[in-house]
């Protein structure tokens, strides 16, 4: 049985998107047959044991405190620890292939120890770190450390024995810096079925609660960060309840925005328009899906959102609603325009509200674009589908690294 273990910058119990991939990912091999262990580094904020087991799935954690320093100087000191972390895992449980997820400085960690030890690596990319830092106001485009990232990054894939990509987005980057595309696969976001295929019945009492009632609701269910756009479907309440008196929003979740945005909607002249109800437990998010007609995602046109392709739409259209998106490049990838969802202008409220009001007059199509977008995600974004685009690059590394060591 293969042994892969992966290298995480965090994971279960804590809640994010990349928490769940991780979560898809595991479970999925090891319904595949694979034995599976995860480590996470000194980013892992959650207390809990050197050793874990959560939802059916093993995870080492990196025990030294994280130390501080200079910028420098302090990732460095990650990526020792987390390199001493590892080599007490080889040792203990001898992995046939070590899989790290970004960010960069998992794979400086990963590769390394991998070298040493004569175990193949995968480097799978989520989002490039340098975009990462310009999105959440820690770097600039173009600066020093933007570029320093870049190239690490860039040395990190070169090193790598084979990469994964979560879009063709991040692909396409990668061809530009001179990176072979038959190095890279592309092993897409999706949706765990079983959580999200099976919609559940709007709850009365919670729409009561949140004052929902005849309402047309337009929801965003995720994390409150600045390229999410969140700002600009605010400002497009007041123009869409003027063509809409029923329209309502609804944001659930939370994030280094939300003051700001609470702070916005109390100034707007539809306030008692949008109602914000904080996170929620995950296992509860599917009672506030079915209670939206259309799950709006406003991403700013940047980097980031050019390149990367966002989870939380699939889910939507699992859940059989409505999307509609900015027509930044990650939604592209996922949304065909008119057929899956509905694509406008982003940084634009205006163009936010003209198509949101635009759904909710023409309902004539709603339910033969919730059952397409429903059958795309079924086809093309499951995660058992998904997931299996890394056996045969597990096949091709454990074969290649058994030769090396033979003729060695």
């Keep these: 049985m293969t042994r892969v273990l992966h290298i995480l910058d965090h994971s279960l119990p804590l809640h994010s998107g990349y928490t769940f991939r991780t979560r898809a990912i595991l479970r999925t091999q090891i319904a595949q047959g694979l034995e599976v262990r995860g480590l996470t580094g000194q980013r892992h904020s959650a207390s809990g044991p050197a050793v874990e087991t959560i939802d059916g799935i093993t995870f080492f954690r990196t025990t030294a405190p994280r130390r501080g320093g200079l910028p420098l100087v302090r990732e460095l000191r990650e990526v020792a620890d987390l390199e001493h972390a590892l080599e007490g895992v080889i040792r203990s449980w001898r992995p046939d292939i070590i899989h790290a997820h970004s960010p960069v400085l998992n794979a400086l960690s990963a590769q390394r120890v991998a070298r040493r030890h004569g175990i193949p690596m995968l480097y799978e990319i989520r989002a490039f770190w340098e ?17 320093l990232t870049r190239w690490l990054e860039t040395r990190a894939v070169k090193r790598a024995d084979a990469v994964a990509v979560i879009c063709e987005g991040l692909k396409g980057d990668l061809v530009a810096r001179g990176i072979d595309p038959a190095k890279t696969i592309v092993s897409p976001n999706g949706v765990d079925m079983e959580m999200f295929g099976d919609p559940v019945s709007p709850d009365a009492a919670l729409r009561t609660t949140l004052g929902l009632e005849d309402a047309e609701v337009i929801g965003f269910i995720g994390s409150f960060y600045d390229y999410e756009g969140l700002d600009d479907l605010i400002a497009a309440m007041p123009m869409l309840v003027a063509a809409r008196p029923k329209a309502k929003l609804l944001l659930v979740g939370g994030g280094p925005m939300e003051v700001a945005l609470r702070a916005q909607a109390d100034g ?6 949008i109602r914000f109800v904080g996170r929620v437990p995950h296992d509860e998010v599917e009672n506030y899906y079915a209670l939206t007609d259309i799950l709006a995602y ?17 889910e939507a259209m699992a859940q059989g609603r409505l999307v509609a998106a900015s027509s930044v490049g990650g939604h592209r990838e996922l949304i065909e325009d008119g057929v899956t969802g509905t694509l406008f202008e982003p940084d634009n409220p205006a163009s936010i509200a003209d198509a949101l009001g635009r759904l909710l007059t023409d309902r004539a199509g709603w339910e033969a674009r919730r059952a397409t977008a429903r059958a795309f995600v079924e086809r093309e974004r499951n995660w058992a589908v998904n997931v299996s685009r890394y056996q045969p690059v597990y096949h091709i590394l454990v074969e290649k690294a058994g030769k090396r060591l033979r003729a060695g």
């Design 131 to 147: 975009d990462a830092a310009v999105s959440n106001g820690t770097a600039t485009e173009g600066g020093l450390q933007y570029r």
């Design 268 to 273: 707007s002249s539809a306030r008692e328009a």
């Design 298 to 314: 406003p991403r700013k046109a940047q980097r980031l959102t050019e390149l990367v392709t966002p989870l939380k739409p699939l």
